[in-house]
């Protein structure tokens, strides 16, 4: 046994899962495991060294994910994701029950990346210096380039010569975009 492998302890009905050791002494052993850390002065016997497929590497959450296949599940004493039924599952695992599932995404479902919001005052700054900016409230676009610009979301235009009560209270107070 050394630093780094993975144990179970043979005849402790508390210890059941695998730990990794992480120091051994002349009086025991260090071992960590999913809920912390422990030291125990168990007899070597005791002590089962797991083997571990070679194929069977730890992987990011990012790289699980990009590369589950359809029945493949994959665990780290936490959190259980599987691909099943076309679907990802991610879900709490507490030894072999599974809990409420905690999200569960099907291979059609897609994501836009959120835009990046701003102050009124952050986005005015933009508009001052020639850069788009919309109302998150009303998705009306205002830009300056020497006249005023206004779109309205239904692809209206109209033109201003200045910034005069153009801007309600709820716009001035909500959160904008600054499109580039």
């Given at each position: 046994m050394k630093v780094g492998d993975k144990i179970k302890f043979k005849n402790d009905k508390?210890?059941?899962d695998v730990y990794e050791v992480t120091r051994i002494s002349d009086t025991g052993i260090g071992f960590k495991g999913k809920n912390?850390?422990?030291?125990?002065?168990?007899?070597?016997?005791?002590?089962?060294?797991?083997?571990?497929?070679?194929?069977?590497?730890?992987?990011?959450?990012?790289?699980?994910?990009?590369?589950?296949?359809?029945?493949?599940v994959y665990e780290n004493g936490i959190i259980r994701i599987e691909h099943c039924g076309g679907q990802i599952q991610i879900s709490r695992a507490n030894g072999k029950k599974i809990d409420d599932y905690i999200l569960c995404f099907s291979n059609v479902a897609t994501f836009r990346l959120k835009r990046q919001e701003y102050s009124f005052q952050e986005a005015f700054e933009?508009?001052?210096?020639?850069e788009e900016i919309e109302s998150v409230e009303n998705?009306?676009?205002?830009?300056?380039n020497g006249v005023i610009r206004l779109s309205t979301p239904y692809g209206g235009e109209s033109f201003e010569t200045s910034c005069d009560r153009i801007f309600s209270i709820d716009e001035i107070k909500g959160k904008w975009y600054i499109n580039k």
């Open positions: 508390l210890l059941k912390g850390w422990g030291y125990y002065d168990f007899d070597a016997k005791e002590i089962e060294v797991v083997k571990e497929n070679k194929e069977m590497k730890e992987l990011t959450f990012r790289e699980v994910i990009a590369n589950i296949k359809e029945r493949e933009a508009f001052e210096n020639g998705k009306w676009k205002w830009k300056k």
